[in-house]
Structures are given as C-alpha cells and as structure tokens.
C-alpha cells in the first residue's frame, strides 16, 4: 500500500511540537481525507473487469504481481472491490481462519448445526424448481398442485428436500465467498491513473501552495 500512499497529497499542519523553534514551523502530512473511487461508468460496464478467483493465501500484492507485473498497485486490487478493511473483507489464510475457527469455537460446536438450507431441484423438464443454498427452516417444505411433496430422491438424505450446515462449512463458505474478486483489465489501467492522479491534484485556493501541497488554518491552543 506504500505506493498508494506516495500518491496523496499533503497538507501543511503548524507545528505544534515542543521542539519546534517558532510560529512558522510546520509539518507535512499525507491528507488521508483525499479519497478516490472508481468511475461508475467503469464499474457498471462488467467488460472493463475480470473474474479473479485468489488461490491459497494469495495477498493483493501477490495478486496485483500475477496480473499487473509489480506488487505496487495492490491498492488498485483492492479499490476495483470497494475493499476497505481488508481484515475482514479479504479472504484469510488458511493459518489465520484455523486460529480464527479454534478461538471461537469448541471442537463440539463447529460439528453443530448451524441453519438448513435448500438442495437443488429440477422438474422432468430440466426446469429449476428450487435453487440451492436458500437458508430455509429444518422442516420446510414444497408442494406441488396436487399435493404431493417434494422429495429428495438421494437415500443418504432420507428424502428431504433440505441439508444441515454446520459451523464449520458455514465459516468455511463465508471465507471462500470473499476469493471471487473483480480486476480491472490492464488495457484500462492507464485510464484508471490519469483519472486518480486527476483527482488527488489540489484546485487553487486560498490554502493552495501546489498540486500537491495546500496549507491550513493555524490553530491555537489556549
């Protein structure tokens, strides 16, 4: 994220240190209010991104070297996913979820049930009549219209048209949900850079100093 953060302008703070040697010393700071997204435009055109799925403990650096060829643009990674805490919202390792799993858990509770959710099934025709994964209560249902239920013809589930999910499938699914990633392809890279570049040049004004610099207000402490 380094190169991320070289990218942001600054802002001139007075100092307020007791080392500082008068009234017109200041600090350079990076202005971590500057923020910049990706245009709606890109993001609503699905041509402009690549299906990613991220393998093992694949990192955004890692990620951004296989795809851009530089592990510097990790934050371009994240930016195409509105990815912002990447504690949660990125995949963990395989290290940090058993930690995750053990400190959480008992042995007895990640074999409980979780919730019930629905299998998939088609009629005689191909046609979905229920489609997979819908949480639903353990004794849910369907019937059709002349009354029959639907059934499950898998003997190993007894016929229900329903399974159990324990604790341990259900983290272990919500982890590997976060490894489907959108990529911004490298062909509109180059337009993504001017555009952020763009944005983090600072417009003239009364604190202007340069495109990448503007003071502020001088405050006092009493």
Request: hydrophobic share 30%.
């Amino acid at each position: 994220m380094s190169n991320y953060f070289n990218r942001l302008p600054n802002l001139e703070y007075p100092s307020l240190l007791k080392t500082r040697r008068g009234s017109g010393d200041t600090i350079r700071v990076k202005n971590l209010f500057r923020r910049a997204k990706i245009r709606e435009d890109l993001f609503a055109n699905i041509h402009e991104f690549d299906k990613y799925n991220i393998i093992g403990d694949d990192r955004p650096d890692t990620v951004s070297e296989e795809i851009y060829g530089t592990p510097d643009l990790d934050w371009v990674i994240l930016m195409s996913n509105n990815i912002i805490d990447i504690k949660n919202e990125w995949p963990m390792t395989q290290y940090d979820l058993n930690t995750y799993l053990n400190e959480k858990y008992t042995q007895q509770q990640l074999v409980d049930i979780h919730h019930y959710e629905t299998l998939q099934f088609r009629d005689e025709k191909g046609r979905l009549v229920v489609p997979a994964g819908q949480v639903v209560d353990e004794d849910w249902s369907l019937e059709y219209f002349d009354g029959t239920q639907l059934r499950n013809t898998d003997s190993n589930l007894a016929g229900r048209p329903v399974r159990s999910v324990s604790f341990f499938e259900y983290e272990i699914k919500k982890n590997d949900e976060k490894r489907n990633i959108n990529i911004l392809k490298r062909e509109v890279l180059s337009m993504f850079m001017k555009d952020f570049n763009r944005i983090m040049k600072y417009d003239k004004s009364s604190q202007y100093v340069d495109k990448k610099l503007k003071k502020t207000e001088n405050i006092r402490l009493k």
